[in-house]
């Protein structure tokens, strides 16, 4: 059974951060692609960033360097530090992967007050 739990979220003012966690199981988290999504309030769910089995790591322009994803393979964990957060950034934010189809986490909620 795969399942994706992330962790992390909650209330930070601006100019802030917070480190979201992503931990994995049911899956070889080693080969697997990952990602964070988000989505505001009636907006459509985006991708933030993804880091591939290789490392490779991909930022939407919006949190290009405020942002780092990473993972730790020993521990079937994906992290998402996040710096100068901003109001903009708030929403919920889901940890994604594909493995035999679209998996999500259950989402946390990131909030951030001006």
């Known amino acids: 059974q795969v399942r994706l739990v992330e962790s992390g979220g909650g209330l930070v003012q601006a100019g802030g951060s917070l480190r979201l966690s992503c931990a994995a199981s049911g899956i070889n988290f080693k080969i697997a692609p990952m990602g964070w999504y988000r989505q505001a309030p009636g907006k459509q769910r985006e991708l933030v960033a993804s880091i591939a089995a290789s490392g490779r790591t991909n930022y939407t322009e919006d949190v290009k360097g405020r942002f780092t994803i990473s993972r730790d393979n020993a521990w079937n964990t994906m992290y998402l530090q996040m710096g100068s957060l901003a109001p903009e950034d708030t929403a919920v934010y889901y940890c994604?992967?594909?493995?035999?189809?679209?998996?999500w986490g259950q989402g946390t909620q990131v909030i951030v007050s001006s």
């Open positions: 994604n992967t594909y493995w035999r189809g679209e998996r």
